[in-house]
Every structure is written in structure tokens, then in C-alpha cells.
């Protein structure tokens, strides 16, 4: 979560977009394991477990009100009646300084215990405002966010945003986006409604990966199993569960677990990039450069990692592949003024002024356009106003 987004490293987790199966050729195991082993077994054994019987992490409310809550919203909100306002209200008594002042960390935490600690990640921020907002009766529910993945340049790893934020739906079809992660959210994002059972799912997915980091294998499982019961497709958990048996040696399992994640979406890039290691590991040549294969066309399709690649082509002054990368990734998202801003430089470096000149200009458009969008994120409005004060 470097930046302040549901982010995790490599070995965490993945935005999963998820696809239907029915066309995916499914891809045999090739690590010697148990030859009944499947996917699905990792949910009620694993060697993780040892003796132990099998454990999921218990359920727990994430949205549950406290009496705390209750009088903030009583003193803060129910001042007023128009929903309008009430959203207005509520996100500036959440945000503002002074008696209540939220605190970045990287941990994930209910509703409720995110308003006792004041402190939490992008997640805990969601959980504690769609709390607030849908007592006081307003429609808010969990939306799914796709940032923009960060490739290292070195093609070894990348880093890849699972955010959510709030979508408000008020009256007459009106719509709010209320977002804390202020410095990535662009309003530009692909984004979509998603139930409550996979706001829970990325809840428990969250702590999950917590738990594997600080190395409690164990408790990590509960929890990726507990995010499965919310939402048994939720490709990011079944690629943590193969990462956590791969750190833990037991590779048959692993290989299991991510080929089910590619078996729920054929284009995961996340599940993909960890079998290459894994078969590379395992001395599994052809099948690793069949997926690092895949890999490869994958991220040229994607218009930001072209971006990056023309973003490292400049900086070598190799201005006309800089400019063949950023016609691809402008033909792929045309919402991108930072795509614009670069295809001028490069023309401009590489002597032709007259077309530097219209790309700028472009790029003055769509910055415009994409700084009116703006003006639906209520965290932005806020600090604007805050700055007015």
C-alpha cells in the first residue's frame, strides 16, 4: 500500500476482472502432488494445518454501528435533513481536523474499530463511512476501482492497485464518489459496483495478506478461507493462498491455487507472472517461458505499461520509440493527459515543433476535462474548501 490505495506487493495479491471460464482451456498440473489434489481442497486441508483441524477465520460485522458512532452522528449530521447535505456534512466531519482526525497505517479494521482508533487503511475508511452513510439511510455500497498497475522497468516485478471506495447514490440518479486515497484516485478509473459479500471478501483478503507478511502462516489461511466463504471466485484470494504455500514449500499446492485464479479469469496477470516463478523454481523451462510468454504480451497490450516503456525510451533520447509506444497507449486510453503531455515532449525533442504544439494542446483538454470530473469526488471538494479557510 505505498501509495495509500488497497495495494499489495507481488506477493500479495491482484485486481482480478472476473471472466467466465467456460472457454478457458484448463491448464493440467505439472509439479508432482497428490493426484486428486484440486483447488478447491486447499479450503478444507491443507499441510499448512498440520494436525490441527482445518481453520477459517470467524465472521465478523464489519459495519456494525457503535454507540460512538451513533452520537457522531447525532452531533455532526442529523443536523440536517436534505441527503444532499447530510453527505456533505458527513464527509466533513469525518475529514476535517480537530476532534476527528483520521490516521493512515496499513492495517485493515472494521467500521467500527476504524472510528475508536482512527486510524486504518483505504479499506477501514470505506468500511467506517459506508457505516455511517447507510444509517443515516443513504444508498452506499462498495465499488471497485481499477488503478493503473506499476511495472518495474527491470520486467522482474510490478506492483498492481486493488482499491475500493464508496459510490453514493442519491436521489434522481445523482451518484457521489467518496474516495480517501487522494494522491492515485482519478475519477478517469474504471470502476463498478460490487456486492457486500466481496467488500467482505476484500476485507478478509486484506488482513490475510497482513498475516502472511508477518509470517503467521496459519492465520493467514483462516482468513483467506474466510474471504472465499464470502465470495468463492475472488481471484485475489486464490492467488494469496498460492503464494502462501509456495513461501511455505509446499509447491504442488500452490500451483494448484493459482491455476484455479487463471481458470476464473484467463487474462490474470498476477496469477501468471507467480507460475513463471514458481515453474522456474520447480526446473518447469518450457511451461515458465510459456507464461513468462504470456506475461510479455499481456503488459504490451496494456496502455500504461507502453506508457512506461515510453517514458524510459525518452529519457534514453530514443524519441521515436517513445513516440510509437505512446500512439498505442493513446489509442488504448484516450483520458490520459499524461499520455499527451509526453507525445509533445518527444515530438518537440525530436525537432518537429508543429506536432509538439498539438499534442500539448491536447493535452491541455484533457487535463481540463479530467480536472471537471473532478468536482464528483467529495474528498477533493472538501480539501479545496478546507484551503479557502
Same mark, same amino acid.
Given at each position: 500500500?505505498?501509495?495509500?490505495?488497497?495495494?499489495?506487493?507481488?506477493?500479495?495479491?491482484?485486481?482480478?476482472?472476473?471472466?467466465?471460464?467456460?472457454?478457458?482451456?484448463?491448464?493440467?498440473?505439472?509439479?508432482?502432488?497428490?493426484?486428486?489434489?484440486? #483447488?478447491?481442497?486447499?479450503?478444507? %486441508?491443507?499441510?499448512?494445518?498440520?494436525?490441527?483441524?482445518?481453520?477459517?477465520?470467524?465472521?465478523?460485522?464489519?459495519? =456494525?454501528?457503535?454507540?460512538?458512532?451513533?452520537?457522531?452522528? $447525532?452531533?455532526?449530521?442529523?443536523?440536517?435533513?436534505?441527503?444532499?447535505?447530510?453527505?456533505?456534512?458527513?464527509?466533513?466531519?469525518?475529514?476535517?481536523? %480537530?476532534?476527528?482526525?483520521?490516521?493512515?497505517? $496499513?492495517?485493515?479494521?472494521?467500521?467500527?474499530?476504524?472510528?475508536?482508533?482512527?486510524? !486504518?487503511?483505504?479499506?477501514?475508511?470505506?468500511?467506517?463511512?459506508?457505516?455511517?452513510?447507510?444509517?443515516?439511510?443513504?444508498?452506499?455500497?462498495?465499488?471497485?476501482?481499477?488503478?493503473?498497475?506499476?511495472?518495474?522497468?527491470?520486467?522482474?516485478?510490478?506492483?498492481?492497485?486493488?482499491?475500493?471506495?464508496?459510490?453514493?447514490?442519491?436521489?434522481?440518479?445523482?451518484?457521489?464518489?467518496? $474516495?480517501?486515497?487522494? &494522491? $492515485?484516485?482519478?475519477?478517469?478509473?474504471?470502476?463498478?459496483?460490487?456486492?457486500?459479500?466481496? %467488500?467482505?471478501?476484500?476485507? &478478509?483478503?486484506?488482513? %490475510?495478506?497482513?498475516?502472511?507478511?508477518?509470517?503467521?502462516?496459519?492465520?493467514?489461511? =483462516? *482468513?483467506?478461507?474466510?474471504?472465499?466463504?464470502?465470495?468463492?471466485?475472488?481471484?485475489?484470494?486464490?492467488?494469496?493462498?498460492?503464494?502462501?504455500?509456495?513461501?511455505?514449500?509446499?509447491?504442488?499446492?500452490?500451483?494448484?491455487?493459482?491455476?484455479?485464479?487463471?481458470?476464473?479469469?484467463?487474462?490474470?496477470?498476477?496469477?501468471?507472472?507467480?507460475?513463471?516463478?514458481? &515453474?522456474?523454481?520447480? !526446473?518447469?523451462?518450457?511451461?515458465?517461458?510459456?507464461?513468462?510468454?504470456?506475461?510479455?504480451?499481456?503488459?504490451?497490450?496494456?496502455?500504461?505499461?507502453? &506508457?512506461?516503456? =515510453?517514458?524510459?525510451?525518452?529519457?534514453?533520447?530514443?524519441?521515436?520509440?517513445?513516440?510509437?509506444?505512446?500512439? *498505442?497507449?493513446?489509442?488504448?486510453?484516450?483520458?490520459?493527459?499524461?499520455?499527451? *503531455?509526453?507525445?509533445?515532449?518527444?515530438?518537440?525533442?525530436?525537432?518537429?515543433?508543429?506536432?509538439?504544439?498539438?499534442?500539448?494542446?491536447?493535452?491541455?483538454?484533457?487535463? #481540463?476535462?479530467?480536472?471537471?470530473?473532478?468536482? *464528483?469526488?467529495?474528498?477533493?471538494?472538501?480539501?479545496?474548501?478546507?484551503?479557502?479557510?
Amino acid at each position: 500500500m505505498e501509495s495509500r490505495s488497497t495495494m499489495f506487493r507481488i506477493a500479495l495479491a491482484a485486481m482480478c476482472l472476473l471472466l467466465s471460464a467456460c472457454a478457458v482451456r484448463v491448464e493440467r498440473p505439472a509439479i508432482a502432488g497428490p493426484e486428486t489434489l484440486v #483447488a478447491e481442497d486447499l479450503l478444507t %486441508g491443507s499441510p499448512i494445518d498440520g494436525a490441527a483441524p482445518p481453520t477459517v477465520a470467524a465472521a465478523v460485522d464489519i459495519l =456494525a454501528l457503535s454507540p460512538a458512532m451513533d452520537r457522531f452522528l $447525532d452531533e455532526n449530521v442529523r443536523v440536517v435533513e436534505n441527503q444532499n447535505e447530510q453527505l456533505r456534512h458527513l464527509a466533513w466531519a469525518i475529514m476535517r481536523s %480537530g476532534d476527528f482526525t483520521l490516521v493512515y497505517d $496499513d492495517s485493515t479494521r472494521t467500521a467500527a474499530d476504524t472510528f475508536a482508533m482512527r486510524r !486504518g487503511n483505504c479499506m477501514s475508511f470505506t468500511n467506517l463511512f459506508i457505516a455511517l452513510a447507510r444509517e443515516l439511510g443513504l444508498d452506499a455500497r462498495y465499488q471497485e476501482v481499477e488503478v493503473p498497475p506499476n511495472w518495474s522497468m527491470s520486467g522482474e516485478s510490478f506492483l498492481y492497485s486493488q482499491h475500493v471506495n464508496v459510490l453514493i447514490d442519491l436521489n434522481h440518479g445523482r451518484t457521489r464518489i467518496v $474516495d480517501f486515497n487522494l &494522491y $492515485d484516485f482519478d475519477t478517469a478509473y474504471p470502476m463498478w459496483i460490487v456486492s457486500d459479500a466481496r %467488500g467482505r471478501a476484500h476485507f &478478509y483478503n486484506n488482513i %490475510g495478506a497482513e498475516k502472511m507478511l508477518a509470517d503467521e502462516p496459519a492465520a493467514a489461511l =483462516a *482468513y483467506f478461507r474466510r474471504a472465499l466463504r464470502e465470495d468463492p471466485e475472488f481471484g485475489p484470494s486464490w492467488i494469496n493462498l498460492g503464494l502462501l504455500h509456495r513461501r511455505a514449500g509446499f509447491t504442488a499446492h500452490a500451483e494448484v491455487a493459482l491455476l484455479h485464479a487463471l481458470e476464473l479469469d484467463h487474462d490474470n496477470l498476477m496469477a501468471m507472472s507467480n507460475l513463471v516463478s514458481l &515453474y522456474e523454481e520447480a !526446473g518447469e523451462t518450457e511451461r515458465a517461458a510459456a507464461f513468462a510468454a504470456k506475461v510479455h504480451s499481456h503488459r504490451m497490450k496494456n496502455p500504461y505499461y507502453r &506508457y512506461q516503456l =515510453a517514458d524510459q525510451a525518452f529519457a534514453e533520447g530514443d524519441y521515436e520509440t517513445a513516440i510509437h509506444n505512446l500512439a *498505442y497507449a493513446i489509442r488504448r486510453r484516450r483520458n490520459e493527459d499524461a499520455f499527451y *503531455y509526453l507525445m509533445s515532449l518527444s515530438y518537440l525533442m525530436s525537432g518537429r515543433r508543429d506536432e509538439a504544439t498539438q499534442w500539448m494542446k491536447k493535452a491541455e483538454e484533457v487535463a #481540463a476535462m479530467n480536472s471537471d470530473r473532478q468536482r *464528483y469526488s467529495y474528498k477533493l471538494d472538501l480539501l479545496q474548501e478546507m484551503n479557502r479557510h
